[in-house]
């Protein structure tokens, strides 16, 4: 499976004010073949400590496995050994047996870490848009060096630090 380049997107959400807006602006990329979102996980914890959560992905189950196996391959394949390829994939691939790449536990440890009143969100999101031009630029022989986006406080940052040294 071809698969474009990979966002792991992290949310916090101190006082939650959830409208579905975000799924809906989410329901629009997707439909547009922009992105594909291959893993999503929220939760929210209520003000009495209950936990509401929902999961969600666009890879089938045979989709999940083989990503996972080929995630699990690259991890096994920067560790070095053979043995470690195989033994990762075959993890990998059974991570994703249940249609998801990030895992149960992780809706655990995100509810521990977050206090009441609030929630989080991981996603993990396929920018299908950029295949195209990430194939482009290896066919032209391009090597990326950096890949980084930058945030509007970054900017602000830049500015902060230019007016200090000028």
């Known amino acids: 499976m071809a698969i474009g380049p990979v966002q792991l997107l992290v949310l916090s959400f101190p006082e939650p004010n959830f409208s579905g807006e975000i799924i809906a602006e989410l329901n629009r990329l997707r439909g547009q073949d922009f992105i594909r979102l291959i893993d999503a996980l929220a939760v929210q914890k209520n003000s009495d400590g209950t936990l509401v959560s929902l999961q969600w992905s666009d890879l089938s ?86 890949d980084s986006w930058i945030h509007p406080k970054d900017l602000v940052e830049i500015g902060l630090v230019s007016s200090i040294e000028g």
């Open 61 to 146: 189950i045979d989709e999940a496995q083989d990503l996972g196996a080929t995630v699990g391959a690259l991890i096994g394949l920067g560790r070095g050994t053979e043995g470690d390829i195989a033994t990762l994939a075959i993890a990998g691939a059974e991570a994703g047996s249940d249609g998801h790449l990030i895992d149960e536990d992780e809706l655990w440890n995100i509810a521990d870490s977050i206090p009441e009143g609030s929630a989080a969100a991981l996603a993990l999101i396929e920018h299908i848009w950029a295949s195209p031009l990430r194939d482009a630029i290896v066919r032209a022989g391009g090597v990326p060096v950096s």
